[in-house]
Every structure is written in structure tokens, then in C-alpha cells.
């Protein structure tokens, strides 16, 4: 059973930047797939991105638009944790972000599909 902790949540002022990260534990695959997802009560889940920890070659991650050309993901150099670097924060991005992660075979554009999710962190962007 895998399991998913974050940490990095806080406040920040727009356009400002906050730095999320995930720690994987209890697998043992090689290649999977680890992702964000974030949640705003009373609203849909909503994807960040989601990429193929392990993968070799190809670019195998993808970002959703909202997020686009503001937030990236990159994986440790352990293979157990992924991070989200949020730059130009917008007031639309407050919300409650959880790390993801599936079991192979997995892709990165279906993050809101993955198995596993951690317990969250809050994050407030506030002008």
C-alpha cells in the first residue's frame, strides 16, 4: 500500500511563489506515476499535473491548462518525491493540493484517476 505525505502548504501574496513536496513510501515499482490534484469545496477536483516517475526517453508529463507556463513538476532524485514549484501564484489557485500517485501502467493526463492520495496542504494566494 503506498503511501503519500506533503508538505510545503502555506500562504502567499499573488504573484508570488510557494514550493509543494511529496514523499512516496511503501511500493516498489520502478516506473509509476505521481501527480497533483487540487480541491476547492463545494467545486470539482481539479488536475495540476501528472507525470511517469522512472521514464526514460520522452517527456512523459503533463500539466492541465490552468496551470500552464506558472507551475512545474519535477521528480527527486530518489524517485520517491515529487515537487511542485508554483510560480505567479493567482488568487484561483487557493486551494487544498494533494499529491497523487498510481501503480503502472499509468499516465500523466489522467492524475485525477490515480489510486493512491495524500492527506493534503493548504494553500492560500492572497492579494
Known amino acids: 500500500q503506498m503511501q503519500l505525505v506533503e508538505s510545503g502548504g502555506g500562504s502567499v501574496q499573488v504573484g508570488g511563489s510557494l514550493r509543494l513536496s511529496c514523499r512516496a513510501s511503501g511500493h516498489t515499482y520502478d516506473t509509476y506515476c505521481m501527480g497533483w490534484i487540487r480541491q476547492v469545496p463545494g467545486k470539482d477536483d481539479e488536475g495540476v499535473a501528472g507525470t511517469v516517475i522512472g521514464s526514460i526517453g520522452r517527456s512523459s508529463t503533463y500539466y492541465f491548462d490552468s496551470v500552464k507556463g506558472r507551475f512545474t513538476i519535477s521528480p527527486g532524485h530518489d524517485k520517491n518525491t515529487l515537487f511542485l514549484q508554483m510560480d505567479d501564484t493567482k488568487p484561483d489557485d487557493t486551494a487544498m493540493y494533494y499529491c497523487?500517485?498510481?501503480?503502472?501502467?499509468?499516465?500523466?493526463?489522467?492524475?485525477?484517476?490515480?489510486?493512491?492520495r495524500g492527506q493534503g496542504t493548504q494553500v492560500t494566494v492572497s492579494s
Open positions: 497523487a500517485a498510481a501503480a503502472p501502467p499509468c499516465f500523466g493526463q489522467y492524475v485525477l484517476r490515480y489510486k493512491y
